[in-house]
Nanobody, 127 residues
Framework: QVRLVESGGGLVQAGGSLRLSCAAS????????MGWFRQAPGKEREFVAA????????YYADSVKGRFTISRDNAENTVYLQMSSLKPEDTAVYYC????????????????????WGQGTQVTVSS
């Protein structure tokens, strides 16, 4: 069992930055993949970014490439999402998730592939 707790959300103006954190507790294996997803009102949950727990390979949605950076601190069991150049369309509830199966890589962007989820943190970007 893995427990995930997100933090760092808030209200920011367009062009600003925020850093989200996801603290994980429980048994984290090196084969796990940590992901960030987001869900805006009336929309489906969508993939944002993912990182492998061991090797640090990263994956990004096209909509956030060059603006968001995912990283992990294995010693602290924490995954971060550094968000810069924020846009109003980035407004959503952001969720952290764990996928226990590292392969195939194509599963990274599918919410159904993830086994554990946090409660979410709200990010609001004003124009």
């Amino acid at each position: 069992q893995v427990r995930l707790v997100e933090s760092g959300g808030g209200l920011v103006q367009a062009g600003g930055s925020l850093r989200l954190s996801c603290a994980a507790s429980g048994r984290i294996f090196s084969t796990y993949v940590m992901g960030w997803f987001r869900q805006a009102p009336g929309k489906e949950r969508e993939f944002v970014a993912a990182v492998t727990w061991s090797g640090g390979s990263t994956y990004y949605a096209d909509s956030v490439k060059g603006r968001f950076t995912i990283s992990r601190d294995n010693a602290e069991n924490t995954v971060y999402l550094q968000m810069s150049s924020l846009k109003p369309e980035d407004t959503a509830v952001y969720y952290c998730a764990v996928d226990r199966s590292p392969y195939p890589e194509s599963r990274r962007s599918y919410p159904a592939a993830y086994d554990y989820w946090g409660q979410g943190t709200q990010v609001t970007v004003s124009s």
